[in-house]
């Protein structure tokens, strides 16, 4: 056999032509979102004041396996997809590990990340419901990018509200989402109830992502033509992502090979979901038996440090209940530079998939050790990885080290969901070495736990 | 025949092997340089004090018309390389031009641009020669981002030194090449003789390209183990960016395309010398007749407003004498925001061929137009543009608009020499509408035209 490419590009003709809906597949579904208030299950009717009605439908489909990517979507994928599978031949040499690193890089595309995936999708089925206008929270930017961007092109309006800290971190991403025609407002802000309730409390506060979501839904609560849309942790954002790990799979089995390891980094779920879904599939099925790896913050630890139990989505404890691996929804990590991982949840597939034992490890790491990881790989890969990526490099860089000890040649697999180029505060603290690892203590973590349910 | 994909993207085994020297095929070459005291020809020799000894063979090289590509750089460049090929279906729509419009997009790497392709060349042949340092200049970023991805990855020291106004409006800039290892200084700095007499005379001048050029000359005269390194202008870089315009060829021919017109951006002539190479191999060799457009700002017209005459490549005054065309070297630009044409001359090659004809047309467009052909462009094809690289855009979407008017199915190859990410600053002021032209008067130009000899 020839030797493999350092680049994996499918044709147009190979891409994916449907998401991959995983939750046919598991033994188990997930516990149902419940109304906040009353407790009871919410179904999809009871979830389209929020979000649009096609998502809604999508949040709750257990029986389609495939769902067609509408032509519209597909089309503008092409924009930017496919993304490449680059095997880390430089970095493999650097470790002298006899294992193969892939690594599926999502980052070739203006908003810097895999979120443009569902993006697409969302402001795609808001379009079609005829709906005006689309809010949004955003962390590190990637989100609000990614959404600006789709907005542009399929023709809404949107509002985002963009993390305090993030904003005046990055205040490029802002401007890359003005660009594209997005209102940007900081949160908390003075423009909701919430916000302001929230600035009474603790006016110096940077925000998260929690605060910035209930903004959002207040905003979308006030018209009847505006709707939610949010970039992580829900069951159908995970469908939307599919479509990285359906690339990578097809890719793979371009070139010979299948993952003995899958690694991504955990923030509210999406990449890693995307990522791991038809593996996770096969694994499901009995068809094959990959090891997966979920990667999070030490800074913000909910699968390895939080509790499987039912909590809000925000701060606000404005949305429905959800079942998952949660640090409570009160919890605020501190100013750690990984913006797109400080979120107190977990996406309740993901969090089901960990709780039952198929995702089959969580690893929670310091984010020094992260960046030196990412600089190493800068270094010899060429690519700036984004510091949410870069969690999953440094477990790479673990893995291939133990092949190197144990001799065994493994094809480890590794989400690379996005780019460090609006990130360089963060490279910055590193290189001058002011960054900080921002662990909660037990006590830090222990009223937020001891408030939930199991 | 099938619809032709959105990208394409070429084989590892269809990459070009070598180099094409388009000086080979040229009827007559530039003038040589000149040695600035003695006004004599200067031959590879004398430039080595300078530049490293396999770059100064490469520059007077006239006989080989393939040049092989080190098997070393061919796989740094696999790293990033092929770039794509785009077919810009969604622009040609919001047009409603029947012109088919391609580009070739050299933004997909974290240098985001065209940069990399030389530098990586560049400092594989310092290595080689034993070099332990490497100095340059560097405006809007992109080659020195460029040159510290190289230096880390062939291992081999960097200073850079950042025209201060760049510096300034990009600090991520910096850190992105500190992150990589390289030793950024603001210019005209305190460090060298000419930097010091520069501030002398103007405590607050922005600094420009030239008087960065001059700083890193005197730093490289100071040492025999480092050389100076240019990121455009010079006959070997123009030859090493030569593979842009040998993968666009060959992905065209791919897809059974050849294009009747090339539009590239011109600040020293390397994105646009590199592009239109083979396709001005084919026109000098009567093979084909493409109609060649460069496009320079408004603000530094070169090839427009300037004189073909000898000229300093720098402001200090230290290179050897290039004939070129020329504003004068003591041309200072406005605050232009695209850094990367803020240069006062233009590559001797690209020079000469537009002297003698070949290359068709220069055209000299303003900032603003420019930057809402860049939205534009961003908003239906999703890419962020650099400004330099939205020059082209803002040209190509003239062309496409001629091509609606007159029925006409021209195939339009347009360079997309980089991305925007490091450039919000100059977004941020086309948003908020504080953008300025900067074209200078005829007043402005005249002392440096009327000091050099046609």
Known sequence: MSKIPYRTYLEEGEMPKSWYNVKVDMKEQHDPFLHPGTKQPLGAKDLEAIFCSELCAQEVNMTDRFIEIPPEIAEYYLTYRPSPLIRAYNLEKELDTPARIYFK??????????????????????????????????????????????????GIDLTVFMVKVSSQQKPYRKAVMETYGAKVIAS????????????EKDPDTGGSLGCAISEAIELSMSSDSIRYVLGSVLD??????????????????????????IIGCAGGGSNLGGLMAPFMGDKLTGKANPYFIAVEPASCPSLTRGKYAYDFGDVGRTTPLIKMYTLGSGFMPSANHAGGLRYHGMSPIMSKLYHDGYLDEARAVEQTAVFEAATLFAKHETILPAPESAHAIKIAIDEGLKCKESGEKKTILVGLSGTGYFDMQAYMSYTDKTMSDGIPSDEDLAPGLAEMEE
Request: proline share 2%; hydrophobic share 35%; aromatic share 8%.
């Open 236 to 261: 159908h954002v995970v469908l939307h992502q599919s479509v990285i790990g359906l690339e990578a799979k097809a890719a793979m089995e371009k070139i010979g090979e299948y993952p003995d390891i």
């Open 105 to 154: 890089f999502e980052g070739n595309n203006t908003s810097g990340s895999h979120k443009l995936n569902s993006a697409a999708a969302q402001v795609y089925y808001a379009k079609k419901q005829g709906l005006t206008g689309l809010t949004t929270e955003t962390g590190a930017g990637q989100w609000g990018t990614a959404l600006s961007m789709a907005c542009a092109y399929f």
């Open 188 to 199: 908390p802000s003075t423009t909701t109830e919430v916000g302001r309730s929230i600035l």
